[in-house]
């Protein structure tokens, strides 16, 4: 203060005083903050620098985030391809039953559990999504990832359709195929029946010949009947029902020496994809062309998975750079900044003491007055 007069020593310990109260807060400021630099009036160049380290931690960060989500992605679309290559490798084990097998009543089975495969290729390629995105569902669904700020380093994973067999991976529904059907009463059934004379089962092209005889039975012709390849004969009691897998329309009859028996036909026969060797043939080049699309893209799908995972443990080594960056810059020591506060307090009770000792020599015209 101006009006008051404060002796040489005296001042020159005050300000000394006061000095390391300045400083005595500082040490104190940055041990509780555990920063050297908490503002630009601190140090600009390293409040700035650091803040701009810090900002693109920040926005690595969010990066981050957004490539891990895509790493999840991946990793949906590449379990559904294994489960599809698992359904497809299956299909082939279907067509390679049906191979095996003469029936044709066996082989329509074969293609309607081959066509219940595809149908589950099908619902695993549509359920293979995560968070919005299915790389196995087509148009709509590829994947950007993006590895830095400024979105100049990315990469973009395009979406394959699954959903469809007979898309990409060129595997249609099979042809199962229908029998044919006809009926006749089993008093019709045993109305030619005679010494000599025989029963017919036509069925495409290919004839069967029951002994017919003079004494047959309505059920010893239903059991011959049953004995033949892809031919079912079954009865109510009045009505027999014949049923046949082994051809187009079929005719049943007798050779009619004199007595004759009411010609049976039966229709409704579609041949199934399945009933040819050459059908069945391709059908097995076929899987074998989709499983190589199959493996073709789950190495893609590998290769991006493998790309996104290096960046973003590249990203997370990066942020942890720019942090530390910044901390060099920004922290303070704090074994350094204990050492200054002891130093500080004890300056302060040295200042404190050396004020008191250049105040005394003013008290000292007190006693004149004493």
């Not at 079912?232 to 897998?245: E, F, Q, S």
């Amino acid at each position: 203060m101006a009006d008051i007069t404060l002796s040489q020593s005296v001042r020159q310990n005050l300000l000394s005083l006061q000095s390391t109260a300045d400083l005595l807060g500082r040490t104190q400021d940055r041990l509780a903050t555990g920063k050297k630099v908490n503002s630009a009036l601190d140090n600009p160049n390293s409040f700035f620098t650091a803040q701009g380290l810090n900002n693109r931690s920040n926005d690595l960060s969010t990066l981050l985030d957004s490539m891990g989500q895509a790493v999840q992605t991946i990793r949906a679309a590449d379990q559904g391809m294994s489960t599809i290559v698992d359904l497809v490798e299956a299909a082939k084990a279907k067509a390679n039953q049906a191979h095996q097998s003469n029936l044709v009543s066996d082989r329509q089975k074969y293609a309607a559990e081959y066509n219940e495969l595809l149908a589950q290729i099908e619902a695993v390629a549509k359920d293979s999504g995560y968070s919005g995105k299915n790389l196995l569902a087509g148009a709509g669904n590829d994947l950007q990832v993006i590895f830095n700020e400024d979105s100049t380093s990315k990469l973009n994973i395009s979406a394959v359709d699954f959903t469809d067999t007979s898309g990409l991976l060129g595997l249609p529904d099979l042809t199962v195929g229908t029998v044919s059907t006809g009926t006749v009463t089993e008093a019709n059934l045993i109305a030619g029946r005679e010494a000599g004379d025989t029963l017919t089962l036509t069925i495409g092209s290919k004839t069967h010949t029951i002994e017919y005889g003079a004494s047959a039975t309505a059920a010893e012709i239903i059991a011959s009947l049953n004995a033949l390849q892809d031919v079912t004969a079954t009865t109510d009691g009045t009505t027999v029902t014949i049923t046949t897998a082994g051809g187009a329309d079929f005719t049943l009859d007798d050779t009619n020496s004199t007595a004759n028996m009411a010609t049976v036909s039966g229709s409704g026969y579609v041949q199934s994809s399945f009933e040819t060797d050459t059908a069945i043939n391709n059908t097995l080049s076929a899987i074998t062309e989709a499983l190589n699309t199959l493996r073709g893209q789950a190495s893609t799908f590998g290769t991006n998975l493998t790309v996104v995972e290096n960046r973003k443990d590249f990203t997370k080594n990066m942020i942890n750079t720019l942090l530390i960056g910044a901390d060099m810059l920004t922290l303070a020591d704090s074994n350094e900044e204990g050492a200054n506060m002891l130093a500080l307090q004890t300056r302060q009770q040295l200042s404190s003491t050396a004020l008191s000792m250049a105040s005394q020599a003013d008290q000292n015209v007190l006693r004149l007055f004493q």
